[in-house]
């Protein structure tokens, strides 16, 4: 891979009485949580990169080919099992969208710790639904970005080396991606080709 990189746990959770959820910890102020995504994400997702950081490697997922999930249970599995051997899984959440702000946070951002049931809670129930939500560890170690369009999971080139190999490895995911997007199905706009394999890094080049 040198090429690649030289919950709450309470099932509950949704139905406590809003005074009782977890929005943000006392040690992360609004203004901190919020100064954290702004440092990680950029402003638009496309046709620029998605983050600031460009030794940032991301995966990438066409949302509208999954349910509510928005992206493959393995890939969200694999994702936060090899991140939260290298940090911790608690994280800001910003949503986005009138729905959200009133049912969850006035300042649409909540912390909580994130495994594969609290996601899919958040992401299948109309009380924390958001058609767009940014998703930070909470010392930066890591990113998931859903759009209406994308589903992106990121973070620095060390950490996604590994989700990669758990994953079957570059070719594979390679692969994936561009059966995803289309990719092998006729003339595709050169843009997002470039935009997947910068943003990606499992290609090398000659597709």
């Known amino acids: 891979m040198k090429r690649y990189c030289s919950t709450l746990r309470c099932i509950g959770w949704l139905r406590r009485p809003m005074s009782s959820r977890v929005r943000l910890k006392k040690r992360m102020s609004i203004a901190v949580a919020g100064a954290l995504l702004e440092q990680i994400f ?60 009133q049912s969850l946070s006035e300042s649409g951002l909540i912390s909580l710790d994130l495994d594969v049931p609290t996601y899919l809670r958040i992401v299948s129930t109309p009380e924390s639904y958001s058609p767009e939500y940014q998703v930070v560890e909470e010392s930066g170690a890591w990113g998931i970005w859903l759009h209406w369009d994308w589903s992106i999971l990121g973070g620095p080139c060390a950490l996604m080396s590994k989700v990669v190999d758990a994953l079957g490895g570059k070719d594979q995911l390679w692969a994936h991606t561009a059966k995803e997007f289309g990719m092998n199905e006729g003339p595709i706009d050169p843009t997002l080709v470039k935009y997947l394999k910068t943003l990606t890094r499992l290609s090398d080049g000659s597709e």
């Open 42 to 101: 950029a402003s638009e997702i496309y046709p620029l990169q998605p983050f600031k950081d460009p030794d940032w490697v991301g995966l990438a997922l066409d949302r509208d080919k999954y349910d509510h999930t928005r992206m493959p249970r393995s890939y969200l599995e694999t994702f936060l099992t090899v991140a939260k051997q290298a940090s911790s899984s608690r994280v800001v959440i910003r949503g986005f969208g009138q729905f959200f702000s």
